[in-house]
């Protein structure tokens, strides 16, 4: 009787097919996952997006007080952005706004009168079909700022200070603590 031989090629290419089907060789091993920070992710999902456009139209303070707007765009594969907004490099909000363009706002109230920093820093975002949400980046993709300034009242008179209560049209203007009327030479 004649005896058949399956080709060594064939019995590889079975042997493989097995392996892949059984779940390989070692079936308790789990894929290396890459490091990364939480809350973004550097992966093919986010490759090339970016924030495209990013301002601020107006900022201002009105006592303690602040408040702020502008608009934001991201590019093409991204349909969401993530803002942050710092006053004096705290952070003091964070929002996410789904679409490809928009305009932001801001406000707050509690800070101090005075020269502050404010700073809106905007990263691209990614969500799916199912909600998941990532953002793209461990640094934001653009930045704008502006100084923001409300004028602090002046400090409380000094109630040791005689010429803080000179009374009507006088004044203490010659620097020895008398009240003169303004039309009156000091001696």
């Known amino acids: ?24 060789l070692f079936p308790d091993a789990e894929p290396a996952l890459a490091e990364e920070s939480l809350g973004t992710q550097e992966s093919a999902v986010c490759a090339g997006l970016t924030v495209s456009g990013l301002s601020i139209a107006d900022a201002s303070m009105y006592v303690t007080d602040m408040s702020a707007v502008g608009s934001w765009s991201v590019s093409q594969f991204s349909n969401a952005v993530r803002l942050e907004y710092y006053i004096d490099n705290i952070r003091y909000a964070f929002d ?55 004028e602090c009242p002046p400090n ?19 620097g020895d603590g008398v009240c003169r009327p303004h039309n009156q030479y000091c001696p």
């Open 156 to 174: 409380p008179p000094d109630p040791y200070d005689p010429c803080n209560y000179c009374p009507g049209n006088t004044s203490c203007f010659c």
């Open 1 to 24: 009787m004649l005896r058949k031989t399956i080709p060594s090629s064939l019995c590889v290419l079975i042997s493989g097919v097995l392996l892949v089907a059984c779940g390989g």
């Open 96 to 150: 996410e706004r789904p679409g490809v363009a928009g305009t932001w706002y801001f406000s707050t109230t509690g800070i101090a009168c005075g020269s502050h920093y404010f700073q809106v820093r905007a990263w691209p975002m990614v969500i799916d079909s199912n909600g998941n949400r990532t953002t793209c980046g461990s640094t934001p993709s653009r930045v704008v700022s502006q100084y923001v300034y409300w």
